[in-house]
């Protein structure tokens, strides 16, 4: 915590803006891996009883940038809420 202090306001923001997005991209990448890995097994059931697979379903939405500063908002929120 002592390093974030001493950091200048700019270099903290960026810290949580590159903290937001790996944050966001790989909540994204877990969801989109279990839909896959869902729709994998569907599809592999549906061959065995000779029915026809569903669809790839949609996947949710990549993080975009609002979505990466609103959660870096958050994040600073509870920084500085939480500071001793």
């Given at each position: 915590m002592s390093e974030?202090?001493?950091?200048t306001p700019y270099?903290?923001?960026l810290e949580l803006l590159k903290m937001a997005r790996e944050i966001l991209t790989e909540d994204?990448?877990?969801?989109?891996?279990?839909?896959?890995?869902?729709?994998?097994?569907?599809?592999?059931?549906c061959r065995e009883?000779?029915?026809?697979?569903?669809?790839?379903?949609?996947?949710?939405?990549?993080?975009t940038?609002?979505?990466i500063i609103n959660k870096a908002?958050?994040?600073n929120q509870f920084v500085s809420n939480n500071q001793s």
């Open positions: 974030i202090k001493n950091q270099v903290v923001r994204y990448y877990g969801k989109r891996e279990f839909i896959v890995l869902d729709w994998q097994e569907r599809v592999a059931h009883k000779g029915s026809v697979p569903p669809a790839l379903p949609q996947f949710p939405p990549f993080p940038e609002t979505d908002k958050q994040l």
